[in-house]
């Protein structure tokens, strides 16, 4: 199976800062990545699908890049409802397989 | 609007077996590979299946951990995505949600909660 790693598992932050994240996987999975939401509570959301591209309707303060095994998701501009747990999922081979998530508090 | 209603969720003492269901509305089910997570209490997502359209064969696939005790299964006359649990054990305990798609999990349910306890 192939390993999802996230970094970091937790990180706080202020409102208006740059935030970034990052998931490596255990071996090259081309962008065949994607990026989701979990508020407390709350099923999970997608934000992000293919390593870059923004689902419809998700604000553009989200971004994703990266290819290959090493991917990146970046909130712009922290916002006091960004507050949850991100996680990264590969989709090249089968067992997909989710990172172990990272959760984001504001300082 | 799409919408995934989870159901059937519940306590069952290990060995057991349930069923959850997974009733969905506003986009063409038939049409669509569906799939199932779950996530135990406290813990990250964890891929556990899914299913293709019928018109791509209706095949399914599993993690590791359930193969040979779930199977998720569809029908398409009433849009609703099923999976059967057997031989449940205490590390199945999880909120299990559906969702639309196979490698994109583009929509999810609410989650229903089992629970697998003695």
């Known amino acids: 199976d192939i390993q999802m790693t996230q970094s970091p598992s937790s990180l706080s932050a202020s409102v208006g800062d740059r935030v970034t994240i990052t998931c490596q996987a255990s071996?090259?999975?081309?962008?065949?990545l994607n990026w989701y939401q979990q508020k407390p509570g709350k099923a999970p959301k997608l934000l992000i699908y293919d390593a870059s591209n923004l689902e419809t309707g998700v604000p553009s303060r989200f971004s994703g890049s990266g290819s290959g095994a090493d991917f990146t998701f970046t909130i712009s501009s922290l916002q006091p409802e960004d507050i949850a747990t991100y996680y990264c999922q590969q989709y090249d081979n089968l067992p997909f397989t989710f990172g172990q998530g990272t959760k984001l508090e504001i300082k | 609007e799409v919408q995934l209603v989870e159901s059937g969720g519940g306590s069952v003492k290990p060995g057991g077996s349930l069923r959850l269901s997974c009733a969905a509305s506003?986009?063409?089910?038939?049409?669509?590979?569906m799939s199932w997570v779950r996530q135990a209490p406290g813990k990250g997502l964890e891929w556990v299946g899914r299913?293709?359209?019928?018109?791509?064969?209706?095949?399914?696939d599993y993690a590791a951990p359930v193969k040979g005790r779930f199977t998720i299964s569809r029908d398409d006359a009433k849009n609703t995505l099923y999976v059967q649990m057997s031989s449940l054990k205490t590390e199945d305990t999880a909120v299990y949600y559906c969702?639309?798609?196979?490698?994109?999990?583009?929509?999810w349910g609410q989650g229903t909660l089992v629970t697998v306890s003695s």
């Open positions: 299913i293709k359209s019928t018109t791509d064969g209706g095949t399914t």
């Open positions: 969702t639309t798609g196979s490698n994109v999990l583009g929509y």
């Open positions: 506003g986009f063409t089910f038939s049409n669509a590979w």
């Open positions: 071996q090259d999975i081309r962008n065949y």
